[in-house]
């Protein structure tokens, strides 16, 4: 299985002397293409500097980072937001919609914003994607009119919509109640299993990770574990007798 995203010897370092702080130590790993891997860890663990770095929304201050097979770790600012519009979706725990487009126009966002209208092709996706999350009858609806679990799901259809290489989640059902978030995850697992998306979620939740096929486990900056599906009890497990051995 190929990899959507990798990262070799990673580091970053925030601050100097007394306030230097190593977010991320010597961090080398693949996310596979396809696949619904889960981040996990303590807080300050170091999952969303992994993440905004894969993602291309920060820098590192040591190591490489491809998205395919493209060398991101050079690259400046205006090539990093091109890359970022077109090959990669973001789902983050604020739904992060725009309040003043309805939900047609928050779904057609990323053709918006790179200048350019969805091909027939993609407009066939855009109209699956939104029956199968349900929002065919909201499309003319603003944001603040739909639930949180609605606003969730229209924020997957738009990370989905330009069938990016890679879509990071953020702790994307930490605003739902839980019958809500388990919708939610149920998408995010259908859409990588149905449709091959390849998604990065990072998450506290034992639940939430129990969706994922493969869960990476990160402490004080390091990757530490690395293992395949696994149910919620057993991930609780593991983050108990991590806690134990810190
Ligand atoms: N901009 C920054 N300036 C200084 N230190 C930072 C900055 N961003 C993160 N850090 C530090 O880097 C470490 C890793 O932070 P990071 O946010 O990646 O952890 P996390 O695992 O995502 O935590 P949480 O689960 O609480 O969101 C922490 O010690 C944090 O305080």
Do not use: C
């Amino acid at each position: 299985m190929g990899l959507v995203a990798r990262v070799q010897n990673l580091t970053k370092t925030y601050g100097s002397g007394d306030n230097r702080v190593d977010a991320l130590r010597d961090v080398t790993i693949g996310i596979r293409r396809g696949q619904f891997t889960a981040i996990m860890g303590p807080s300050g663990s170091g999952k969303s500097t992994l993440m905004h770095i894969m993602a291309g929304l920060d820098s590192p201050t040591g190591g490489r980072v491809w998205l395919g097979d493209t060398d991101i770790t050079g690259l400046g600012d205006s090539q990093l937001t091109l890359l970022r519009r077109r090959r990669v979706g973001f789902v983050f725990q604020s739904f992060n919609l725009v309040p003043t487009l309805d939900i047609a126009g928050n779904v057609h966002l990323p053709f918006e914003l790179d200048g350019r209208k969805p091909s027939s092709q993609e407009r066939e996706w855009i109209d699956t994607l939104v029956d199968s999350l349900g929002l065919r009858g909201r499309l003319t609806h603003r944001p603040h009119e739909l639930s949180g679990g609605q606003q969730q799901r229209v924020a997957i259809a738009r990370a989905l919509a330009t069938r990016p290489d890679l879509v990071f989640a953020d702790e994307p059902t930490g605003n739902l109640d839980s019958r809500t978030g388990r919708e939610v995850l149920s998408l995010l697992a259908a859409a990588s299993a149905q449709y091959g998306q390849s998604i990065a979620m990072v998450t506290h939740d034992p639940i939430a990770a129990s969706y994922a096929d493969r869960i990476l486990f990160l402490a004080d900056g390091r990757v530490v574990e690395d293992r395949e599906r696994s149910t919620a009890e057993e991930i609780s497990r593991y983050m108990l007798a991590m806690e134990a051995a810190a």
